[in-house]
């Protein structure tokens, strides 16, 4: 029975310091000078609705901006943005990659990149009608997923 008690303790404890590292706030100052940099040139009239400071444990820290315009991005420590979310706008196009809006462009001719995602392997790509594109590093077509 005490080990019971103990261990949910520990997890009552770990869930309540998770939760203690995040923290909301509008000012733009709290995010690093890239993130800054890049907000103000891809969404140069845009005003901030929240920014979400999510420290993690081992000092990493990301940042999730809403736009009250309704665009959402996220950024790691460095600034260096990861997700680009405009729900039904377009993403302006100085974010995508060549590679990538050429193919959209010529594949897909009458519909706008909504969502850019960049991972480890690549970019992931979603338009305004609901297909998902994935690309390597380099820009190059891996895969398409279709809404259903």
């Known amino acids: 029975m005490k080990k019971l008690l103990l261990t949910l303790l520990l997890i009552l404890t770990t869930a309540g310091m998770a939760n203690a590292f995040d923290k909301y706030t509008i000012n733009r100052d709290e995010l690093p000078q890239k993130a800054q940099d890049f907000i103000s040139e891809y969404f140069p009239k845009a005003k901030i609705g929240m920014i979400k400071v999510d420290k993690h444990l081992l000092k990493k820290t990301d940042y999730d901006v809403r736009l009250v315009n309704g665009p959402t991005i996220e950024f790691i420590n460095s600034g260096i943005w990861t997700e680009v979310d405009c729900k039904s706008r377009e993403v302006p196009q100085g974010i995508i990659m060549k590679p990538i809006r050429n193919y959209v462009a010529?594949?897909?001719?009458?519909?706008?990149?909504?969502?850019?995602?960049?991972?480890?392997?690549?970019?992931?790509?979603?338009?305004?009608?609901?297909?998902?594109?994935?690309?390597?590093?380099?820009?190059?077509?891996?895969?398409?997923?279709?809404?259903?």
């Open 106 to 148: 010529k594949t897909f001719s009458d519909v706008k990149i909504v969502k850019i995602e960049k991972k480890s392997s690549g970019y992931e790509v979603k338009l305004s009608d609901g297909v998902e594109l994935k690309f390597n590093l380099v820009g190059q077509f891996k895969s398409v997923k279709m809404d259903d």
